[in-house]
């Protein structure tokens, strides 16, 4: 089950109460304080696990609690410290605060790792308070209290290249042609219900990761479909390869470029902004490809690339000008659309 959504509460240990004590030993007749300190709270932090694609480990409503500190002993003992918790998360864990909705941390590297909550500091024991005036002090400080905290986790898919089109439009079948990703594949529209990630690899150490996003219709943005909901994936790739199909036609072809160009026009993220490649699918279902490739060219303004997953036809040749894009483009992947300016190498989306 792919899981991109989670709210949870978190709340860090309290800190330990400090020990009033004095020394009693026999022959030492005037023992001064001994009370320990109280252990420190244990914090909550969240950590990147690469080997999670979802949010499914995370149990949605739950309340995480750290451990609170223990008291501290006689003999100037200081109390046991709490166990902290950790969460794993997967790369591209947005962390929000779910009552003011800020951003709080973006967890998109390897080895990422936040502290939501901080655990409280424990309190001191009498020990601290003995001075001149004051040899018996009969005094401690409580521990510092845990704080609490609602969490909003929001997954958004760090690829490469991001998929888009309509439905059917053969995102799916490229990506099982290029990678070992088996996304469901039929022929009627929405098959793809949730992203899937997959590998495409030009040796044992070079590839890029690419995503395939469920199908965007009309009113995708507005909350049409499945788009509205996944469109945030597409914010974290590099890339947009824009597939449409070819065995419609060369009106059809424009019309079905032009509607999925708009949804991403009018995402918040602006999404039209990105890099993109434009490509026809399903060339071996058309008997006149020429007048579609031509046609789809003028609209997008640039080149149009042509391929059919099932022969193999032009699949080569567009990994390698997606290769190529890439390493122009460079490695830093941007957050989200660029919010000023144009996008910079490939067709732009309308």
């Excluded at 998109?108 to 020990?127: I, M, P, S, T, Y």
């Excluded at 974290?236 to 708009?262: F, I, K, M, N």
Aim: include cysteine.
């Amino acid at each position: 089950m792919f899981i991109d959504e989670a709210q949870i509460s978190v709340s860090s240990g309290g800190g330990g109460h400090g020990m009033v004590s004095f020394r009693r030993e026999k022959y030492v007749p005037h023992g001064g304080p001994d009370g320990g300190d109280g252990g420190r709270g244990g914090d909550v932090l969240l950590r990147v696990n690469r080997s999670l694609n979802t949010l499914a480990s995370i149990t949605p409503g739950r309340h995480y609690r750290a451990e609170a500190g223990r008291p501290g002993g006689i003999r100037l003992r200081a109390g046991r410290g709490g166990e902290s918790i950790v969460i794993e998360v997967p790369p591209g864990t947005l962390v929000r605060d779910a009552e003011r909705g800020h951003v709080l941390r973006d967890l998109r590297g390897a080895e990422d790792e936040f502290v939501v909550v901080q655990g409280g500091l424990g309190g001191k024991g009498n020990k601290h308070f003995a001075h001149a005036t004051n040899q018996t002090p009969r005094q401690s400080t409580e521990g510092r209290p845990g704080q609490t905290r609602r969490l909003r986790l929001e997954l958004r898919l760090v690829a490469d290249v991001g998929l888009v089109g309509l439905p059917n439009a053969g995102k799916s079948t490229f990506l099982r042609r290029v990678s070992k990703a088996r996304p469901r594949v039929a022929d009627y529209p929405f098959t793809t219900l949730k992203p899937v990630l997959g590998i495409v690899l030009f040796g044992l150490e070079d590839g890029f990761a690419m995503a395939d996003i469920p199908g965007l219709i009309e009113g995708a943005h507005a909350g049409a479909g499945l788009g509205d909901r996944f469109l945030r994936h597409v914010a974290r790739t590099r890339l947009l390869l824009h597939l449409v199909d070819a065995s419609v036609g060369p009106e059809e072809a424009v019309a079905a470029w032009r509607t999925v160009a708009e949804e991403l026009r009018q995402s918040e993220l602006r999404l039209d902004r990105k890099p993109a490649i434009v490509a026809l699918t399903k060339l071996d279902l058309c008997p006149e490809p020429g007048p579609v490739i031509e046609a789809l060219a003028a609209a997008v303004g640039g080149p149009v690339a042509g391929l059919c997953s099932h022969t193999g036809e032009g699949v080569e040749e567009l990994l390698g000008r997606l290769r190529s894009t890439l390493a122009e483009m460079g490695k830093e992947a941007p957050d989200e659309a660029s919010k000023e300016g144009e996008p910079s190498g490939g067709a732009q989306l309308g």
